[in-house]
């Protein structure tokens, strides 16, 4: 049986690629942590990332992610919306982040009737593209299968195509979610 791998491995191995020591990274969306400790990895040491989420659950999980690996003291867990990315992140690091990422959709074994929206997601992804250095990426994994969430993924797809001059996507489908992988280009001066 030929069976397609998980698009969260995908993400990861696409990251690594993307990162260095020293780099600046973001998890728009940090859950339960598998996303903040990969980053925290690809840029150590010298690196530092933002990690983002409204619950004391996923940011918790997140924190014993990273004590466990040594790697705590590289990552600013913020308790809020990815929507406020901007205001949270200082602005030294404007213009000088490597990748952000976000992982649509709502806590693995949390409570399904917190998830992410369309309306925030793409506040945040607006805030993206000012934090991101040109030659940056831009990574979103958006589950379609909860209440909300095939609309949500369908207003990141547009706001992508809006974008298409400064963005340069790839598309993952899957049965489930969808990954839109992207570039940032800046136009030249």
């Given at each position: 049986?030929?069976?397609?791998?998980?698009?969260?491995?995908?993400?990861?191995?696409?990251?690594?690629?993307?990162?260095?020591?020293?780099?600046?990274?973001?998890?728009?969306?940090?859950?339960?942590?598998?996303?903040?400790?990969?980053?925290?990895?690809?840029?150590?040491?010298?690196?530092?990332?933002?990690?983002?989420?409204?619950?004391?659950?996923?940011?918790?999980?997140?924190?014993?992610?990273?004590?466990?690996?040594?790697?705590?003291?590289?990552?600013?867990?913020?308790?809020?919306?990815?929507?406020?990315?901007?205001?949270?992140?200082?602005?030294?690091?404007?213009?000088?982040?490597?990748?952000?990422?976000?992982?649509?959709?709502?806590?693995?074994?949390?409570?399904?009737?917190?998830?992410?929206a369309a309306t925030s997601t793409?506040?945040?992804?607006?805030?993206?593209?000012?934090?991101?250095?040109?030659?940056?990426?831009?990574?979103?994994?958006?589950?379609?299968?909860?209440?909300?969430?095939?609309?949500?993924?369908?207003?990141?797809?547009?706001?992508?195509?809006?974008?298409?001059?400064?963005?340069?996507?790839?598309?993952?489908?899957?049965?489930?979610?969808?990954?839109?992988?992207?570039?940032?280009?800046?136009?030249?001066?």
């Open positions: 049986m030929n069976r397609q791998r998980p698009l969260t491995h995908l993400v990861h191995e696409l990251l690594a690629l993307a990162l260095q020591p020293g780099d600046r990274a973001v998890d728009a969306t940090a859950g339960n942590g598998h996303d903040t400790l990969h980053l925290a990895q690809q840029v150590s040491p010298g690196g530092c990332v933002y990690a983002f989420d409204v619950q004391h659950r996923a940011l918790d999980a997140t924190a014993g992610k990273l004590y466990a690996a040594g790697l705590r003291d590289n990552v600013n867990l913020c308790r809020t919306g990815h929507q406020d990315m901007l205001q949270r992140i200082p602005a030294a690091w404007h213009g000088r982040v490597a990748a952000i990422t976000f992982n649509l959709g709502y806590l693995p074994g949390g409570d399904k009737q917190i998830t992410t793409l506040a945040a992804l607006e805030q993206s593209l000012q934090l991101l250095q040109n030659g940056g990426v831009l990574s979103v994994l958006a589950y379609r299968g909860h209440p909300g969430g095939a609309q949500e993924a369908d207003a990141v797809q547009r706001w992508l195509e809006e974008h298409a001059d400064q963005l340069e996507c790839q598309v993952y489908e899957s049965p489930g979610p969808v990954l839109l992988y992207c570039t940032l280009h800046r136009p030249s001066a």
